[in-house]
């Protein structure tokens, strides 16, 4: 079993509408998560980052962790078709970074 | 040019040949991250470099892969005897710091192993 295990998709959304994109982590010393999004044929770039339960929002995106159950969501409102790309989820901090499988969305006009 | 660059973008070669992956860290960055991603998949950690020397190789698949920094900024992953299962996307990251300072990535070589 991965620590990070995500969802791959793909998400097919019409543009508007709310997403919901998610991961679970296996590993109780994660701390610390990020959201990474990757654009076809890019490297990932740094969406978001927490490092304690509950929410953080950043303009139409909100990042949760809950970790009582190990579960890391993002959210993302009002989606645009420049929203289509891969989302990966990661722990952070000082263990070895463990991305899930990402999971590709595709915000349809 | 204030990003991560890779060198080559594409790289093809033959089972059997050896080959050399470039990256160049954002100037002044000190951790230096080597990943592979393969289609369909999240980059999976293979090497992390503080400086010149490697704190953490534990994620190069075996001895075939090799990675240097000598002067602590530009990083080259080596691969040896290449097998076609080596084909995948190869990442370079750098942050200021190892933690919870963010890794900036580069676009990637793309290496196609025939």
């Known amino acids: 079993q991965k620590e990070v295990e995500q969802d791959p998709g793909p998400l097919s959304v019409p543009e508007g509408a709310i997403v919901s994109l998610n991961c679970t982590y296996s590993?109780?010393?994660?701390?610390?998560f990020m959201w990474y999004r990757q654009y076809s044929r890019k490297g990932p770039e740094l969406l978001m980052y927490?490092?304690?339960?509950g929410n953080k929002e950043d303009g139409r995106f909100t990042a949760q962790v809950d970790k009582s159950s190990k579960y890391i969501s993002l959210f993302i409102r009002d989606s645009q078709p420049s929203d289509s790309a891969t989302y990966l989820c990661?722990?952070?901090?000082?263990?070895?970074?463990?991305f899930g499988t990402g999971t590709k969305l595709q915000v349809i006009p | 040019g204030a990003g991560v660059s890779q060198t080559p973008s594409n790289k093809v070669t033959e089972k059997g040949k050896y080959v050399e992956l470039r990256c160049d860290p954002i100037?002044?960055?000190?951790?230096l991250y080597w990943y592979r991603q393969s289609l369909g998949q999240g980059p999976e950690f293979l090497i992390y470099?503080?400086?010149?020397?490697?704190?953490?190789d534990s994620g190069l698949p075996n001895d075939r892969f090799f990675a240097v920094r000598p002067e602590g900024s530009v990083s080259t992953l080596k691969i040896q005897r290449t097998e076609r299962g080596d084909s995948a996307v190869y990442l370079c990251?750098?942050?200021?710091?190892?933690?919870?300072?963010?890794?900036?990535f580069g676009p990637g070589t793309r290496l196609l192993v025939l």
């Open positions: 990661t722990n952070g901090g000082y263990q070895k970074v463990t």
């Open positions: 590993n109780s010393a994660f701390q610390y």
């Open positions: 470099f503080q400086g010149t020397g490697a704190a953490d």
């Open positions: 990251a750098s942050s200021s710091a190892r933690g919870t300072e963010t890794q900036y």
């Open positions: 100037s002044g960055h000190t951790a």
């Open positions: 927490t490092y304690s339960s």
